[in-house]
């Protein structure tokens, strides 16, 4: 007996009207442009670039000749290597993405600009001289990040870095993480610096090297 209600319900919402608006927004939650954090972050991954010295070291063994696979032919630099990605956040949404630095690097003097931490420098321009710098460049909202600012004049020493900062990135936009230096000379981890938890660690990367890793994306408020 209860079967063959259940049957005649059927058969009766079939010959009835459409169903109530209100299951409608059931169907429509999850817009088809809405991008997760997840995969928004995960489209910034493998953001690594290395500078490693090869052959003798020089200057008491403080410098090196980085790696010559990584010259260039350009009228401006000697080393400009860069990685490009396409943010896939939300499209036209702008984003705070936390990101965390890490490496080892030599320092970088600038002029102008803002400082967000003591080694993230906000746009200005990087002075004249053959230390290298290491960036980020985000194309929409347009601004160019140094990670390796310095605020002791340059010189022949390294410095690890580990720190966390928040910027703001448009989906769809492309984000440029570069290594750049006009000549091919750069400061050897003479001191032996290690970062810990990322590689070559426990041992210290010969070289320099940086890295960044998002930790977390967020519609900005």
């Given at each position: 007996?209860?079967?063959?209600?259940?049957?005649?319900?059927?058969?009766?919402?079939?010959?009835a009207?459409?169903?109530?608006?209100?299951?409608?927004?059931?169907?429509?939650?999850?817009?088809?442009?809405?991008?997760?954090?997840?995969?928004?972050?995960?489209?910034?991954?493998?953001?690594?670039?290395?500078?490693?010295?090869?052959?003798?070291?020089?200057?008491?063994?403080?410098?090196?000749h980085?790696?010559?696979?990584?010259?260039?032919?350009?009228?401006?630099?000697?080393?400009?290597?860069?990685?490009?990605?396409?943010?896939?956040?939300?499209?036209?949404?702008?984003?705070?993405?936390?990101?965390?630095?890490?490496?080892?690097?030599?320092?970088?003097?600038f002029?102008?600009?803002?400082v967000?931490?003591?080694?993230?420098?906000?746009?200005?321009t990087?002075?004249?001289?053959?230390?290298?710098?290491?960036?980020?460049?985000?194309?929409?909202?347009?601004?160019?990040?140094?990670?390796?600012?310095?605020d002791?004049?340059?010189?022949?020493?390294?410095?690890?870095?580990?720190?966390?900062?928040?910027?703001?990135?448009?989906?769809?936009?492309?984000?440029?993480?570069?290594?750049?230096?006009?000549?091919?000379?750069?400061?050897?981890?003479?001191?032996?610096?290690?970062?810990?938890?990322?590689?070559p660690?426990?041992?210290?990367?010969?070289?320099?090297?940086?890295?960044?890793?998002?930790?977390?994306?967020?519609?900005?408020?």
């Amino acid at each position: 007996m209860i079967l063959a209600l259940g049957i005649a319900s059927i058969a009766a919402g079939c010959a009835a009207t459409p169903p109530p608006a209100a299951a409608t927004p059931n169907v429509a939650a999850a817009p088809v442009t809405a991008v997760s954090s997840g995969s928004a972050a995960a489209s910034l991954a493998g953001l690594r670039i290395e500078v490693p010295c090869k052959g003798d070291k020089f200057g008491e063994n403080t410098e090196c000749h980085w790696d010559p696979a990584l010259m260039v032919t350009d009228p401006k630099w000697k080393l400009k290597t860069e990685i490009v990605k396409t943010f896939s956040g939300a499209p036209g949404v702008v984003h705070d993405v936390t990101i965390r630095v890490r490496g080892v690097v030599e320092p970088k003097n600038f002029t102008g600009g803002t400082v967000e931490h003591e080694h993230f420098q906000v746009g200005g321009t990087p002075d004249v001289d053959h230390y290298n710098f290491y960036s980020l460049k985000v194309s929409d909202p347009p601004e160019s990040y140094t990670v390796n600012r310095s605020d002791k004049k340059v010189g022949h020493f390294l410095f690890p870095i580990d720190y966390t900062v928040t910027v703001p990135i448009r989906g769809g936009a492309t984000v440029t993480l570069g290594a750049y230096d006009d000549n091919d000379i750069s400061i050897a981890n003479h001191q032996k610096i290690v970062v810990p938890e990322i590689p070559p660690a426990p041992a210290p990367f010969d070289g320099q090297f940086f890295q960044l890793d998002v930790l977390a994306v967020a519609p900005k408020r």
